[in-house]
């Protein structure tokens, strides 16, 4: 199936509905294709070597925390 930036950004369910049934999506902007919706491979996810990979890092428990220990001093006025 083919379908458009416009209908991907005004009709995602349906096109993810459409992808769930097992069908392939090719997005095309200005009549090029370029991207595709694909359904997703649950065998394969666990096996990515980077899904997951913050798990057991303890330094991120806190994500808010962390992101602002991150930026701490970029945006003072100081």
Known sequence: MRATA?????HSAELLNTVKRGEEVIITYRGKPCAKLVPIDDENIAD???FGM???NAEVDDVDGYVRNLRKGRFSAD
């Open 6 to 10: 416009k209908d991907l950004r005004f």
């Open 48 to 50: 990515d070597e980077l």
């Open 54 to 56: 913050w798990r057991d």
